[in-house]
Each structure stands twice: as structure tokens, then as C-alpha cells.
């Protein structure tokens, strides 16, 4: 195909959820209140790693940039979604749709190499906890969370340039409430195996070897917690744990059933339903699950929050002082 071919998609229509406006309304209270609650319970954990200097330890360092590396990931795809349940056209600008699908792919990416940092930091803190303090320095900590943002953003560079190169002459309908690689193939037209096998292949051997490091990292931990004598000791390593295993779970369940087991045969809403299980679900309740099931982070927000209160009501009275002064 000639390029003026290649230029005469210059938009795309992203269908969303399908429904009458009731509906849409519905869904637009729905996401809007969950992306609101998401952006203040990671923003919430953040704050409490910046301010309160007892978390100033790689393990809730590690936790601080997984919950700033949420927020971004969920601001890649819901802004778009919540703006597309009153926008008439529903369309997306060609260039707007594969940044949004390089963004989205590539903190996707970010978050397995994050998640398998944190395995190897619980891993050194629980199997070799005397040799932990040499080997997990702040220091290294930070290399390795620069590392896997480094080389989250480099993994789908190629892929994403190769899906632009691709000719897309219409129709321009994504039946999808996002830009992502099925949908855009299946809009192509011309056949490009080499771009989906390639794409395909690294999306699996990034899942599968991460989640596999991960949960050998947590096998071998949970063979040396049974060898702990004291209950209590089992218990808050049991507790620290299954924290990081939930998220593992829930993220790499979706993230399995997208991109490793065929999907191109599944029906659109079903496509739907997995990727805003891993992309809108996952996010919202990292914050619970890391709140709920940790004692120190529990501790670190009640002095954020306990110290906004204070704020707020030194702020209060000096306006009140203002007023009587005038």
C-alpha cells in the first residue's frame, strides 16, 4: 500500500459501553467515583512514604513508587473513557491512540518488573534477614526502581513504532473503551503477522517469566517461614506477604488472560470486562490491600491524615483571626 493509503485513517472511534444516556451516566458515576478514590488512596500512600521518615526503608519505598506508578497507569486509560461517555463522536486522534497505547503497555510493564523487585526485597528481608541491610541498600533500591521504569518504557518502544507503520484505510470503529493491540490489528489492512507475533511473544515471555520469578521468589519464602518457631513471627511475614500475592494475583490473572491465552475470539464485552479488571480494578484497591493488611503504612496514614487535620485547623483559625481583625 502507497502512503496516502496509510494516511487515510486520521482518527478512531472508541465504542465504549454500549447503552442508552441513563446508563451512560451510570457508568460515568461509577468510573469517575473509583478513579477519584483511587487517585487519593495511592496519592494518600505516597504522601505517607514522603513525609513520615520511619518509612524511609526500601520496603515502603518500593510500595510508594508501585502506588505512584498506579496513578499514572490508571490516568492512561480512564480520563479518555470518563470523556467518551458524553462525547458524541467518540473519537480519538491517530496519534492520541498509540500514545495512549504505548503508555498504557508500558506501565503495564513497569508494574511486573516493580512487583518482581518487591518479591526479591521481601525474599532478601525474610530468607537472609542479617545479610538483608548490606545487600538492599537505599542505593540499590533506587536502581533498581529507575531500571524498571528504564526498561518498562523501553520494552514496547519497537512494537508500538511497528504498529503505526501499519496501514489502516478503514473502517476506523474500535469496538473497545481503549487503544489496544487486537483491536488495532484486526483494523489493519493489510496482514502483519510479524508485528502481532512479535508483540505477542514479548507480552508473553515478559508475563510468564516475571510471574515466575515472582511466585518461586514466594515459594522458597513461604518454605522459610514454616521454619519460623514463633507464631507471631509467622504471622507478620504471612501478613507483609500476602499483601504483595494478592495484587500479584489480581494483576497477572487479567494480564494472563489478555495477552497470553488467545482472545481474538472472545466476545468484545468480555474484552472489556478482563481489561478493566487489571487496568481500573487493580489500581482501586492496591491502596485497601496494602492499607488494610500493613501496620506500618496503617500507622504512617493516620499521621498524614492527623497532621492534614492540623493544618486545616491552624489554617481555620488564622482566617478567623484575619476576619476579627478586620
Known sequence: MNNSVKSTVTEFVLLGFPG?????????????GVYILTMMGNGTIVCAVRWDQRL???????????AFLEIWYITSTVPSMLANFFSETKTISFAGCFLQFYFFTSLATTETYLLCVMAYDRYLAICHPLHYPTIMTL????????LCWVFG????????????????????????FMCDMDPLMSLSCAPAPITEI?????????????????LGSYTLLLIAVLKVPSAAGRQKAFSTCGSHL????????????????????NPAELQKIITLFYSVVTPF???????????????????????????????FQVYMTNILLL
Open 56 to 66: 524511609h526503608t526500601p520496603m515502603y519505598i518500593l510500595l510508594g513508587n508501585f
Open 139 to 146: 542505593r540499590l533500591c533506587y536502581i533498581l526502581i529507575f
Open 246 to 265: 494478592t495484587v500479584v494475583c489480581l494483576f497477572f490473572g487479567g494480564l494472563l488472560a489478555m495477552y497470553v491465552s488467545p482472545t481474538s475470539e
Open 20 to 32: 442508552g444516556q441513563e446508563m451512560q451516566i451510570s457508568l460515568f458515576s461509577l468510573f469517575f
Open 153 to 176: 518504557f523501553l520494552s514496547y518502544s519497537v512494537s508500538t513504532v511497528q504498529l503505526t507503520q501499519l496501514s489502516f484505510c478503514g473502517p476506523n470503529i474500535i469496538d473497545h
Open 285 to 315: 484497591l492496591n491502596p485497601l490491600i496494602y492499607s488494610l493488611r500493613n501496620k506500618g503504612m496503617k500507622a504512617a496514614l493516620k499521621k498524614v491524615l492527623s497532621q492534614d487535620k492540623i493544618r486545616q485547623n491552624s489554617n
Open 198 to 214: 512479535v508483540f505477542y511473544i514479548l507480552s508473553s515471555l515478559n508475563i510468564i517469566l516475571t510471574l515466575l520469578y515472582i
